[in-house]
């Protein structure tokens, strides 16, 4: 067995059962927790202030905008390129639909595809080095901040590199390590901060709507 | 013919005993110096040496194999100077090939082996069966395994044609029923060239013979290929590139992508993954490749390529098989998560009580 063969058969579906249980005992855990009860008398319902919260909060309140505009700019280049990349190329597209039992859907050229990459990439390296260098952020990040973050940026720049036929080793090479390092990216969500792509809008609507029920403007 | 025996004669007297013309000859080293991109000065070099170069014998074994790669390298090229070539070595065993039959055969067998021991080349088309002391494919009443060993002990070198010889191939497809292996599996000191391929191109196979007695053993990749063939990416050659660029792909094998001959991933290609000359040489005399005539490279030069995940797959969709396993996993995470929460919530109950008790101790303390 190639190291293509394993990464696309035996890595490949091991990663997947380990993302599914992972996802799902998390979520599951998690929404099946008890709350506390609130003895409080609601001054609204709950319901709108949470859904309005939920897309209220991808833009930060004007006052945090200007010192929070690297991480906006860099998080919305981010997470943008991410999605062009990941669901809008058409080997990627093949592979959901696959999985999933989809049809397939419309592709982008491959230069949008290779810029929207080079993008996230560059966004994800920018937060690394940020880490590194700024002072309080260097104080408040731990391994799975920086594991996070390269852990992303793997696949990409693996991609990338596999996209473009790069000579430092063969195609099937490089295509079996982009898979591998797909594999660890699913590895990984369930168990560390990637998992906020689970939880923020739970959160964000729980937030909300107890925020809600006790009159704060959402 | 002349009147020197036709064993004795050199390549070039017996291309021009099968009146070849001189330009004939130069104009096919000349394509053979290109094809492995030398220079074209070394159409010369190659022209010398295959001028002086002895006959040399060649025992050509088949073993678990359909007889393509020979089909391929006699019918698609016959009677072009590639098979007056062919005709020029001394090609002394060959099932498919050979007049004589039964003992007479396996005769022919036994004196070229005698008589050219330590020198001839070894062409081996087809995979080796090693399940049950290898009784799936037998020639007259011998092993293909006993027959390898026997053959390879005399032999200069080996050319494993075909995908079979070079890598075990369709037999040795999961479940590989009779234990198939290639060639390089189990002999181990003799220099081995792998012209995969299923078949390989007619002027590979040629092509290889006329490197090796030109320059010797010809440079392999990691998988015994020689390079000048086996070197390029059918992707990197392929002339719909363009299109795979701009995202432009065959979805069916009849739609409007098709008839414009657009991408054939999503069809299956193997084109990023395969390495061989289809793309530069072409078939048929360099009229198509599988490609330009509407359908994807299935990747037959590599191994295990029947095993692939399927021919048309696209290359990115996993080989996950059956969904059992992911839906069993769904239902483990399910199990857990509730088991969490339930775990979590006795314990928010513990640590509730616990607090209640010690508040009511402390009040206790207080009055």
Known sequence: MTLLDFARGPGMQWSLIILIVGILWRVVGTLLLSAEKDYSQARQGGTGPGIRAVFRRFWPHPEFVKPTLFHMVGGYTLHIGLFVVIFLFAPHILWFADLLGLPVWANLPNNIIMLAGALTAASLVAFVLRRMTHPVMRRISGFDDYASNIVTLLPVVTGMLAFAHTPIARYETLLALHLLSVELLFVWIPLSKLAHALFFIPSRYQLGAAFGRRGVKV | ?367
């Not at chain 2, 062409?123 to 060993?149: E, F």
């Not at chain 2, 590599?302 to 996993?318: C, I, N, T, V």
């Open chain 2, 1 to 367: 013919m002349t009147s020197k025996k036709r064993q004795d004669m050199t390549i070039g007297e017996a291309l021009r005993a099968n009146g070849v013309s001189r330009r004939g000859f130069l104009k096919f080293c000349a394509a053979t110096a290109s094809l492995m991109a030398l220079p074209p000065g070394a159409a010369t070099a190659i022209a010398a040496a295959l001028e002086k170069a002895k006959r040399p014998s060649v025992i050509w074994l088949s073993f678990q194999e359909c007889t393509g790669c020979t089909e391929s390298l006699t019918r698609s090229h016959s009677p072009s100077i590639e098979g007056l070539i062919f005709d020029a070595i001394s090609l002394d065993y060959h099932h498919t090939l050979q007049a004589a039959a039964g003992h007479g055969a396996e005769a022919a067998r036994e004196e070229a082996m005698k008589e050219h021991h330590g020198k001839y080349i070894l062409v081996v088309d087809g995979s080796i069966p090693m399940k049950d002391d290898g009784v799936y494919s037998t020639i007259a009443g011998m092993t293909n395994l006993a027959m390898l060993k026997e053959a390879a002990a005399g032999a200069a070198a080996i050319v494993a044609v075909g995908t079979c010889a070079a890598y075990g191939g369709l037999p040795a497809a999961d479940p590989n029923p009779t234990g198939a292996v290639a060639v390089s599996e189990i002999i181990k000191d003799k220099p081995i060239i792998n012209v995969s391929g299923c078949p390989p191109i007619p002027v590979v196979i040629t092509g290889v013979l006329a490197q090796f007695l030109t320059f010797g053993l010809p440079e392999l990749d990691d998988l015994g290929r020689p390079k000048a063939f086996y070197g390029q990416n059918i992707h990197d050659r392929c002339y719909r590139r363009p299109f795979y660029e701009r995202g432009q792909f065959a979805e069916t094998f009849d739609d409007e992508g098709a008839k414009k001959g657009w991408c054939l991933y999503k069809l299956g290609c193997k084109g990023p993954i395969t390495y061989n000359a289809c793309a530069t040489t072409k078939w048929n005399e360099g009229t198509s490749f599988p490609i330009q005539s509407g359908h994807g490279c299935i990747g037959c030069s590599e191994p295990d390529f029947w095993d692939m995940g399927g021919f048309y797959k696209a290359l990115s969709q996993g080989k996950l098989g059956s969904a059992e396993g992911l839906a069993a996993a769904a239902g483990i995470g399910a199990a857990i998560g509730i088991g969490s929460a339930l775990l979590g919530s006795s314990g928010q109950k513990a640590a509730k009580a616990e607090i209640k008790a010690k508040l009511d101790k402390d009040m206790e303390a207080t009055k």
